[in-house]
């Protein structure tokens, strides 16, 4: 167990200004609206304050976990021994370099930075639009839609290392694959990414995001929490069909249930618990195996739970 009280009174005597929460509940931060308490939460507003953040918990042995909006996670009911460093909110920058080159902070929602592509007139990020993370997160997972994915824009990034040192990736150092980076295996934190964009008419920026939001609309669960896609996609398949195929469409586990409407999606019904969750996405795969063949991989992340405990 770590002394999360120790690290705190550190942080706070070195950073004043620093908003620190103890035993912060998980779930306000979750799309899922599922998790207990974090031992401690920082929520750092500047690149500068992450960096002395960063060299204070590796001083004191503490790995920090990241979390952008938590639209892809799942934390354990009992909560976490760990010490969260929220994104969302803090590094806010987004600005224009040249005429079609983007820099965004990892802390700026996708949504806003498609909106404000679209208001320069900057075409190739409309496909971000409805995915309701941040930047961070979003080139942590190489985040994609409708034949996009952030791979096809990004040119580098910035990071900061476990001792809180910058770091530039270029786009080929930071291995982007379907929704996998290098961020999964090197604990970076990323603080900024840069887009080179095309110029475009605005009108149909705008028309083709309002086509691919009404696309979601009406064939994504939208209106239930959840985490989007359980499951990435199976090579030669796709999760929600198979899922559908072996008849689970609206199987439910406590609160948590196979979307009648996406059978890729888990989606809480009403006060799941993780448990739910993971005892759902559990029953999803072992059928999925045995009645296909095909092993579902989970893309939702997990911080203090994993699929293989058994209860
Ligand atoms: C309704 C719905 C629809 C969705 N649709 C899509 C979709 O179409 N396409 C898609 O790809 N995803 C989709 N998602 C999933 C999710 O929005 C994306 O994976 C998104 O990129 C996660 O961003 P986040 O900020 O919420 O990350 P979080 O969920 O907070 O974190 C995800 C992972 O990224 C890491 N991380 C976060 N920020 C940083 C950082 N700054 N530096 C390093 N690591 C970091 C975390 O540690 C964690 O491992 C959907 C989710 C929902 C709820």
């Not at 990004?154 to 990071?159: D, Q, T, V």
């Not at 150092?173 to 900024?192: A, D, H, N």
């Not at 005892?279 to 092993?295: N, S």
């Amino acid at each position: 167990m770590e002394n999360f009280g120790k690290l705190q009174e550190k942080l706070q005597a070195a950073l004043p200004a620093l908003e620190l929460r103890s035993q912060e509940p998980m779930h306000r931060h979750t799309s899922f609206k599922v998790g207990g308490p974090a031992a401690l939460m920082a929520l750092p507003k500047s690149q500068g304050e992450l960096s002395e953040i960063l060299k204070i918990a590796a001083k004191a042995g503490v790995k920090p976990f990241f979390l952008g909006k938590g639209s892809n996670l799942l934390v354990a009911d009992e909560g976490v021994d760990a010490f969260v460093i929220k994104l969302a909110g803090g590094l806010m920058k987004l600005e224009l370099e040249g005429e079609t080159t983007l820099r965004v902070g990892a802390g700026v929602t996708l949504a806003q930075a498609a909106v404000f592509t679209a208001d320069h007139g900057l075409t190739g990020l409309e496909f971000v639009h409805g995915i309701p993370g941040t930047m961070g997160g979003g080139v942590f997972m190489n985040a994609g839609a409708y034949d996009g994915e952030l791979v096809q824009v990004i040119r580098w990034a910035e990071c900061l290392d476990e001792e809180g040192n910058l770091h530039h990736l270029d786009k080929d150092q930071m291995e982007l694959g379907y929704r996998t980076s290098i961020f999964s295996k090197k604990p970076w934190l990323v603080t900024e990414a840069c887009l080179e964009l095309t110029k475009g008419d605005p009108a149909a920026i705008r028309e083709k995001m309002a086509d691919l939001a009404q696309r979601r609309r009406s064939k994504q669960p939208l209106e239930f929490p959840s985490a989007g896609s359980t499951f990435k996609r199976p090579p030669g398949h796709f999760a929600g069909g198979l899922i559908e195929q072996c008849g689970l469409k609206g199987k439910t586990v406590g609160g948590a249930q196979v979307s009648e409407k996406h059978a890729g999606f888990v989606i809480n019904i009403g006060n799941a618990t993780c448990r739910d969750i993971l005892d759902l996405i559990r029953l999803v795969r072992q059928t999925v195996l045995d009645q296909t063949g095909v092993t579902l991989e989970p893309e939702v992340r997990m911080l203090g739970c994993t699929l293989d405990e058994t209860h």
